[in-house]
């Protein structure tokens, strides 16, 4: 291995690495080139610069955060979405005879959402999400809405969230109220059947030669006179023995 001439007698070493706290950033583009990644595929590779942190934190200002982007057919969306949001417009692109140079990008400054992720075993930083003027009212254009809009689409705020419109709660459900002529139910005069007297039924004629037991005499005092073979209160009298007749 041969030997490199370097003087570090006058450099200061750099410490250890540090993540700053995810957030919105300002951010100016401090240096752009293409480069080849390691699998051999053309890309754009940023560095920014932090101009502020959140809640305008100035603690990070001057601190870089790298950022590649891919040259690939099936990536360019995102490219266009750095390039929109650096301020820069497909007439600007036209102008320049359809050519994104880097200095065109170098010194554009944007807004964007750091994140905080974990690669080969640490945590480090990654620009996520970019906002601007130029990409608001593209976006605007896109989905349909009035070019009026897009001026004045305000950036996010630093910190917080969007407070959503506050909706009246709906009324209490209750029940309907019925016509007091349908809640009342008629009333109908039942009409009761006219009195009849129950039928009348006669005894059955007597059957001849059946038996008929005849009513007891009645004695001078009122009292029924006992009958041959039945004592005062009805039961059977004891009777002799039938006599043999007489020679």
Same mark, same amino acid.
């Given at each position: 291995m041969p030997f490199i001439p370097v003087q570090l007698s006058t450099i200061t070493p750099a410490g250890a690495f540090e993540t700053y706290p995810q957030g919105l950033y300002d951010l100016v583009i401090k240096d752009s080139k293409q480069e080849t990644s390691k699998e051999g595929n053309p890309k754009l590779s940023i560095q920014y610069a932090v101009e502020s942190g959140p809640n305008g934190s100035t603690k990070f200002h001057g601190k870089t955060l790298p950022r590649s982007y891919s040259l690939l057919p099936q990536a360019l969306g995102f490219l266009k979405r750095l390039v929109l949001? =650096?301020?820069?417009?497909? +007439?600007?692109i036209a102008n320049a005879g359809g050519m994104l140079s880097d200095e065109m990008l170098i010194g554009?400054?944007?807004?964007?959402?750091?994140?905080v992720r974990e690669y080969q075993g640490r945590e480090t930083?990654?620009?996520q999400e970019l906002y601007g003027d130029t990409l #608001? =009212?593209?976006m605007n254009e896109m989905s349909g809405q009035a070019p009026a809009a897009a001026a004045n689409a305000a950036l996010p705020a630093p910190q917080g969230y969007a407070t959503l419109p506050q909706v009246a709660p709906p009324a209490? *459900?209750?029940?309907?109220?019925?016509? +007091?002529? *349908?809640? *009342?139910? #008629?009333? *109908? !005069?039942? +009409? #009761?059947?006219a009195y009849a007297p129950p /039928? +009348?039924?006669?005894? @059955?004629? /007597? !059957?001849?030669?059946?038996?008929?037991?005849?009513?007891?005499? !009645?004695?001078?005092?009122? =009292?029924?006179? /006992? #009958? @041959?073979?039945?004592?005062n209160n009805g039961a059977m009298a004891p009777q002799a023995p039938p006599q043999p007749p007489t020679r």
């Amino acid at each position: 291995m041969p030997f490199i001439p370097v003087q570090l007698s006058t450099i200061t070493p750099a410490g250890a690495f540090e993540t700053y706290p995810q957030g919105l950033y300002d951010l100016v583009i401090k240096d752009s080139k293409q480069e080849t990644s390691k699998e051999g595929n053309p890309k754009l590779s940023i560095q920014y610069a932090v101009e502020s942190g959140p809640n305008g934190s100035t603690k990070f200002h001057g601190k870089t955060l790298p950022r590649s982007y891919s040259l690939l057919p099936q990536a360019l969306g995102f490219l266009k979405r750095l390039v929109l949001a =650096a301020g820069i417009s497909d +007439q600007d692109i036209a102008n320049a005879g359809g050519m994104l140079s880097d200095e065109m990008l170098i010194g554009r400054r944007i807004r964007a959402r750091v994140t905080v992720r974990e690669y080969q075993g640490r945590e480090t930083n990654e620009v996520q999400e970019l906002y601007g003027d130029t990409l #608001q =009212a593209a976006m605007n254009e896109m989905s349909g809405q009035a070019p009026a809009a897009a001026a004045n689409a305000a950036l996010p705020a630093p910190q917080g969230y969007a407070t959503l419109p506050q909706v009246a709660p709906p009324a209490p *459900q209750g029940y309907a109220t019925m016509p +007091q002529a *349908q809640m *009342q139910p #008629q009333m *109908q !005069v039942m +009409q #009761q059947p006219a009195y009849a007297p129950p /039928p +009348q039924f006669s005894p @059955p004629a /007597p !059957v001849p030669g059946a038996y008929s037991p005849s009513p007891a005499p !009645v004695s001078a005092w009122g =009292a029924a006179a /006992p #009958q @041959p073979g039945f004592g005062n209160n009805g039961a059977m009298a004891p009777q002799a023995p039938p006599q043999p007749p007489t020679r």
